[in-house]
């Protein structure tokens, strides 16, 4: 039997990403500027999500269905990280059962990010969180 490393997994994710995206009409090219669809498609998801009042009357995402979702747009954020940056795919050495990115020996957590991004909204942008890393990781 094959034994499928984090790395195969994350980028299985990512290519799910795509897949997802373009059966919405959208285009991913792994590119910086593709975060912003991706911000779109996760504003979506937050959207979806029951608020206030409404959490007693409708059912939104499940938390698993939530954390599957943070997965595979994670996997195509990490993606987009590690194309345009560097980096590698691990199990994090800081966070038991946490998926890892390693980029100039500091782990980063683009599933993680995913998940905060779908439950909080804007303010948790992508976009933003990659312009960050850009500057610390590329000057």
């Known amino acids: 039997m094959t034994q499928f490393t984090v790395n195969d997994m994350m980028i299985a994710y990512s ?5 997802l995206a373009s059966k919405m009409g959208l285009k991913l090219d ?4 593709s975060l912003e669809t991706v911000n779109e498609i996760l504003e979506r998801y937050h959207q ?12 939104g995402p499940s938390e698993e269905q939530i954390l599957q979702m943070s997965k595979v747009w994670g996997g195509y954020l990490g ?4 194309r345009n940056l560097g980096g590698d795919w691990e199990m994090s050495k800081n966070f038991n059962n946490a998926i890892s990115l390693v980029v100039s020996s500091t782990e980063v957590y683009p599933p993680a990010k995913v998940n905060k991004r779908i439950l909080n909204g804007k303010e948790d942008d ?3 969180y990659y312009k960050v890393l850009k500057q ?3 000057g």
């Open 15 to 19: 290519e799910d990403a795509i897949e």
């Open 30 to 33: 792994y590119s910086e500027e």
């Open 48 to 59: 979806g999500i029951p608020k206030g009042i409404k959490k007693l009357f409708s059912k």
């Open 79 to 82: 993606e987009v990280i590690r």
């Open 126 to 128: 992508i976009s933003f």
């Open 136 to 138: 610390q990781y590329s």
